[in-house]
């Protein structure tokens, strides 16, 4: 075994121990997670008419077949030139958040400390709240949780489709914390309509 | 230019089916040029006499491992963006053991049996033969196998997440005892090289 790749291999491995213990992220924290907004509590901020700038990073097309309420459209390649300039949060959200995550990676730490992302952007909008699937007999646990989105789904013009199934809200107990970014559902080609 | 270029629609599905042709195409050919289109090579790694396939393997593992972490450090790539196969433990243990035992048995695995009948050697068309042969039986088997199939799923987990580790911890460990194996491996094969 040649001694000069054994030292190049070991070093290699070395550095990326050192890495992983002084720069976890990455460099520049590029792979840290954004700070997610799950739907659910997005829908309520909307209802309570909470102070937010919601930004629709999809195509004017897309946007005008269908966009989450109060959402403003500017595509991400737009993004930069008619960024909003208050002080407002702000939520990021697109299809399956594949614009999002480019726009996350280019945004200013100023920017980031008040910015969140929607998890699973408008398609989770779509299918977790507007029209969801939820357990037809929640657990104790659960029901509370359950009736709410039922709520926000009424409140927002949907309707829920109830199964025997109560593993169903799981999704809504997920802890964004320690979630990475959604992995999109191919259905067709890439990505599911807009990404 | 961020990776994977698929997800991030740089290439689209023809362009991805054509690095798919272009890599294939390398990876028989230097399968071939290291020696591993020879059954009696494959086959001697069992018996501990020639371990090359188990260095040059590992071997491309630690390279491509290193990579892919330096280049996901630094940003280039997003690795949680990888297609990873999903873990089933049963099937894929039970599949571990007939695949070796095929290999063993017939002397190539599913790769150089296919390097081996592109230099016009009969037994490895015999093995490509039998190969779609048994792959014709899994389908039309698999109804009454899909309960086994899909059993002890983990899902699309790494090895660093299976343990709770830094990835960075997980790489300098997989390199040192990738490095420990072929010293291991010399030893073992001066020591069997005549048995």
């Known amino acids: 075994m040649k001694l000069r790749l054994v030292i190049i291999a070991l070093s290699l491995a070395g550095i990326a121990l050192l890495l992983a213990l002084l720069a976890p992220n990455g460099w520049n924290n590029v792979n840290q997670s954004p700070r997610f907004i799950d739907v659910v509590s997005l829908a309520g901020k909307i209802k309570n008419r909470e102070k937010l700038q919601i930004i629709d990073l999809r195509t004017e097309e897309e946007y005008s077949e269908f966009h989450i309420p109060s959402a403003i459209n500017i595509p991400l390649e737009e993004w930069g030139q008619s960024s909003p300039q208050n002080n407002q949060t702000l939520i990021f959200y697109s299809g399956d958040d594949w614009l999002a995550r480019q726009l996350w990676n280019s945004l200013t730490d100023s920017l980031k400390e008040k910015s969140f992302i929607l998890y699973g952007g408008v398609h989770d909008w779509y299918d977790k709240l507007l029209y969801p699937t939820l357990p037809l007999n929640a657990k104790e646990e659960d029901l509370e949780l359950s009736e709410k989105v039922h709520e926000l789904c009424k409140f927002y013009g949907g309707f829920a489709e109830f199964v025997d199934d109560s593993l169903l809200m799981n999704y809504y107990q997920m802890n964004l914390k320690e979630a990475g970014w959604p992995e999109p559902d191919r259905v067709v080609g890439l990505v599911r309509k807009g990404c | ?195």
């Open chain 2, 1 to 195: 230019m961020n990776g994977p270029f698929y997800n991030y629609g740089w290439i689209g599905e023809e362009a991805s089916l054509i690095f798919a042709v272009v890599t294939g195409i390398a990876f028989g050919f230097f399968l071939e040029r290291a020696g591993l289109g020879s059954a009696k090579k494959l086959s001697a790694q069992f018996y501990l006499r020639d371990l090359a396939v188990f260095k040059m393997m590992f071997t491309a593992i630690i390279t491509a491992m290193l990579g892919v972490y330096f280049l996901n450090w630094f940003g280039f790539l997003q690795a949680d963006m990888i297609y990873l196969t999903p873990t089933y433990i049963w099937p894929q243990l039970i599949g571990g053991l007939v695949f070796g035992v095929g290999f063993i048995i017939g002397g190539y695995c599913p790769g150089t049996s296919c390097v081996a009948s592109s230099t016009g050697s009969l037994d490895g068309v015999m093995n490509v033969i039998g190969l779609l042969a048994g792959i014709l039986l899994f389908g039309e088997v698999y109804p009454w196998i899909e309960p086994f199939y899909t059993a002890g799923p983990l899902g699309q987990i790494t090895i660093a997440q299976y343990l709770g580790l830094p990835v960075g911890w997980v790489v300098f460990g997989i390199v040192f005892i990738a490095l420990a194996g072929f010293k291991v491996s010399e030893h073992l094969e001066k020591k069997y090289a005549n048995a």
